[in-house]
């Protein structure tokens, strides 16, 4: 092969490589735009809907019932037969006072999905209830967010909570669901 149709192949081949690249990157770019995860807003206070926990059809609800003690706790949840086979089940307490909330942390954790890097605010503290004992409450919510929110003041407010963990821990664990006043977009 002459030497001019090998240089000429081989300017061809950069060519080629530099019109792909130029075209690939781009796509990839704006693919990734337009699909990358989006994150839940901050949450609020002074929603005035509906603050609880969506139900998704008239098969799955949303059973509700007053936070026992945490001593009584598990044994009130695994006592309890929902309605409905697949019906969600959550507690429903009034919490605020700040001199009842101890021990509050909040973190910003970063994992690898499916979907690329997702980050994650987590928030846990501990809840005195002077009549019913102690909870360990928990609240995550994707993305990057102030949690000062959940640090309680003189109000008082309705949150959804769900057991989770195992009977043995002490004290039993809770996750915030819904809180009264903050439309529940996560």
Not at 77 to 87: C, F, V
Not at 130 to 144: D, M
């Amino acid at each position: 092969m002459p030497a001019w149709v090998a240089r000429s192949l081989r300017v061809l081949g950069i060519v080629i490589t530099i019109a792909l690249l130029g075209v690939v990157i781009p796509c990839v770019l704006v693919i990734g735009l337009l699909f990358r995860p989006s994150y839940p807003p901050q949450p609020k206070f002074g929603y005035m809907g509906e603050w609880r926990i969506p139900q998704i059809s008239h098969v799955f609800g949303v059973e509700e019932r007053p936070l026992p003690s945490a001593e009584d706790l598990w044994r009130d949840y695994e006592e309890w037969q929902p309605k409905t086979e697949h019906a969600r089940r959550v507690y429903v307490a009034r919490l605020g006072d700040a001199s009842r909330q101890l021990a509050f942390r909040t973190s910003t954790n970063k994992g690898d999905t499916p979907l690329g890097a997702q980050q994650y605010t987590d928030v846990h503290f501990a809840y005195v209830d002077p009549t019913n004992g102690t909870y360990a409450i928990s609240w995550e919510l994707r993305g990057k967010h102030d949690a000062s929110f959940l640090r309680f003041d003189t109000n008082h407010r309705l949150y959804q909570l769900q057991p989770y963990g195992s009977p043995d821990d002490k004290p039993p664990r809770l996750s915030i669901q819904a809180i009264e006043g903050i439309k529940p977009d996560f």
